[in-house]
């Protein structure tokens, strides 16, 4: 199978799933939980209308890059794909005064922050096993000299270890704070935490593209790569920002 014909299933596959099937399974769940402010009518038909648009702009940019694949670079292809995913995630935008209005309203009802409550522990335990493997791999490749090699090995610990030391200190200050400061820092944690595991995830799969890449001269296969890597961010951005359940 060709590179452009996988780069087609994949970014319809991410058109399908950020611009269709998520933004209408959410307002679906949410009219379903029976919230204390119901979502407006108005806010909901333009929430579905960029969502529509959004849809059929990303098969323009489809069509853009299917025309004449020799016509834009890699790069170039690269900038389209991210540009549209910005514009795919953008409704969110609309209904997100919504969103902090009912986590505020349900903030009495919360129970005890944990990280597993607020991240799916499967998701903990392969960003984990994720971490681990692309550091046993390159520290087995590793000629034990100071390269590029190393320092890209420090840079991967540094941002994880970063990372984690983030999250340990709010946990900690949750527990040392009350009133108005938990609810706070309550509420960044629980912004904060997913959105760190999935980019601690993101992280290693993006350096073991970059392995494979190098290692099987897969350049053309650049676009269809990042096409899986922006509709897994996006679905974390809507699990981080509009949640099925409360956590």
């Known amino acids: 199978m060709s590179a452009q014909l996988i780069f087609i299933l994949l970014f319809c596959t991410q058109i399908l799933i950020l611009s269709f099937l998520l933004p209408r399974i959410r307002l679906f769940k949410l009219e379903k939980m029976g919230v204390n402010q119901p979502i407006a009518e108005p806010l909901k038909k333009r929430f579905k209308l960029f969502n529509t648009l959004n849809s059929v702009i990303g098969f323009l940019v489809l069509l853009l890059i299917m025309y004449n694949p020799n016509m834009l670079s890699v790069a170039l292809k690269l900038l389209c794909i991210g540009l549209y995913f910005l514009l795919q995630i953008s409704p969110l935008t609309i209904i997100r005064h919504f969103l902090e209005v009912s986590s505020i309203q349900n903030q009495r009802m919360a129970k005890p922050v944990r990280l597993s409550r607020v991240v799916p522990p499967a998701t903990i335990i392969a960003a984990i096993i994720l ?23 420090i840079i991967y610990v540094g941002v994880n270890a970063y990372l984690v030391f983030s999250l340990a200190t709010i946990a900690k200050k949750i527990k040392r704070s009350s009133g108005e400061e938990k609810k706070k820092l309550i509420s ?43 509709t897994a961010v996006g679905m ?7 949640p099925t359940r409360s956590n």
Do not use: C
Request: no cysteine; charged share 10%.
């Open 188 to 230: 960044f944690f629980k912004k904060a935490a997913p959105l760190f595991v999935y980019l601690s995830a993101g992280i290693s799969i993006y350096y073991f593209g970059k392995m494979l890449i190098a290692r099987y001269d897969l350049h053309e296969f650049r676009p269809a790569m990042m096409s899986i890597a922006l």
């Open 131 to 153: 971490f681990i493997s692309y550091l046993s791999i390159s520290l087995l490749k590793w000629n034990l000299s100071a390269n590029t090699q190393l320092l890209q090995m």
């Open 236 to 242: 974390a951005v809507y699990s981080i920002i509009w």
